[in-house]
């Protein structure tokens, strides 16, 4: 199997993949980002964003291996493959050994393990990149997502401040 690909299954039986995305994944992710409900868009973006610019989408497609990664979870629906989620870091230009690290799961999808699995591939390759410390920030009203980071192997250091998390942990050796 290609490197970064990972077969899963998910709570409810379901297969998917996880792998890299590429630039070829633009339409992909364009209708993950559709298919969002304003709550999720609002919970990813901390903005209210009617739609997503294509050049953006383009943009979250180009990775750039030295500075970000990104994986996609993807299910076969019937010759169709579609992304369910997509989580990515982004290395910090001041300090090289941190990254940001963002996540998000297509609406009738959540709660079946596929944010979670996503979240457990990325850290490893991370590391393998240099990467020590994972930081994000997080609308205080996002208990999915603060359950999953609570929940996690990792002990995280928070604040809370104006209706945002900021975290962050230590994923080096």
């Keep these: 199997m290609p490197e970064h690909v990972f077969e899963e299954t998910l709570k409810n039986g379901a297969p998917y993949l996880i792998r890299p995305i590429a630039p070829d994944d633009v339409n992909r992710l364009g ?4 298919s969002l409900s ?5 919970f990813r973006f ?8 294509r050049a953006l989408v383009r943009d979250l497609c180009d990775v750039n291996p030295e500075r970000e990664f990104a994986l996609a979870a993807e299910v076969r629906q019937g ?20 990254a940001q690290i963002m996540l998000v799961v297509a609406d009738g999808w959540t709660n079946l393990g596929a ?5 457990r591939r990325l850290i490893p390759i991370a590391r393998e990149r240099g990467i020590r410390t994972m930081r994000g920030l997080i609308l205080d009203s996002n208990f999915k997502m603060i359950s999953m980071l609570v929940n996690s192997e990792f002990t995280l250091d928070t604040d809370i401040q104006d209706g945002l998390v ?8």
Aim: aromatic content about 14%.
């Design 31 to 34: 209708r993950l980002y559709k």
């Design 38 to 42: 304003p709550q999720s868009i609002y």
């Design 46 to 53: 901390m903005a209210p964003l009617e739609r997503l610019p």
């Design 79 to 98: 010759r169709a493959r579609e992304f369910i989620g997509a989580a990515r870091w982004l290395r910090e230009s001041h300090d090289p050994q941190a």
């Design 115 to 119: 944010g979670r699995t996503l979240y």
């Design 166 to 173: 900021s975290f962050s942990f230590n994923i080096g050796d």
